[in-house]
């Protein structure tokens, strides 16, 4: 017995290290997959968890992108631009903090996975539209924009991955942003998201928002 207890406690300092080890391993990897800027998951990050919420029927996949982004940035400098980027995923990663996952995929473009357990998708996408709008804290009023939003509800697609629903989310949003509606719903008018109405879009084309 005495030899066990032994060999256990010489063990012990050895399981303890590794222990840390992979706790800071851990650790580095979810750095490694937040966005410098932001603090969200990148795309990588956003994937591994976005995947697993879309167990849940009632999962809805949101795309979101900056209206007029590169006019910002060429009027008012760079660092407008980060400040209003922050902004942006402040606002998401709080609309998402209780169930769900945000993630900034490149440049103005923004995604997300929520649970909605009440139904009402609709009503407050319509509300983070509104949110997202408003002037970022400690810049200019001049620097505002306004922000576009595409979403797909699981169970309206079913058997859809991620890279499937995200598609179908992206189209809604270039059908939202060349219709002036803010947010749209995949399914309902996202055949209007054509070619032409993407480029209107990444030349700026904004709009208010509806539900």
């Known amino acids: 017995m005495s030899t066990l207890l032994t060999t256990l406690a ?3 300092p050895l399981a303890a290290g ?9 650790r580095r990897l979810d750095t490694a997959r937040r966005d410098p ?16 919420l879309l167990r849940d029927p009632q999962a809805v996949v949101v795309l979101a992108d900056v209206d007029r982004f590169k006019r910002v940035n060429d009027t008012h400098g760079h660092a407008a631009g980060d400040a209003l980027l922050k902004a942006t995923a402040e606002r998401l990663a709080h609309f998402t903090a209780r169930d769900g996952v945000a ?7 923004f995604a997300a996975v929520v649970i909605d357990r009440h139904g009402m998708a609709g009503d407050m996408l319509a509300v983070l539209g509104s949110v997202l709008a408003r002037p ?3 810049l200019d009023p001049a620097v505002h ?3 576009s939003l595409g979403w797909a509800r699981a169970a309206d697609f079913p058997g859809e991955t991620l890279p499937d629903l995200l598609r179908r989310a992206d189209e809604a949003m270039y059908a939202a942003k060349r219709g002036r509606a803010g947010v749209r719903r995949a399914g309902l008018g996202s055949l209007f998201a054509t070619l032409a109405g993407r480029r209107a879009g990444r030349r700026g084309t904004s709009g208010g928002v509806a539900a």
């Open 145 to 147: 924009t306004t922000v």
């Open 103 to 109: 993630g900034r995929l490149g440049g103005d473009e």
């Open 18 to 26: 590794w222990s840390g080890h992979l706790w800071w391993l851990r």
């Open 136 to 138: 970022a804290a400690g």
């Open 10 to 12: 010489a063990g012990a």
């Open 37 to 52: 800027l932001t603090g969200l998951w990148t795309r990588d990050g956003f994937t591994r968890r976005a995947t697993l």
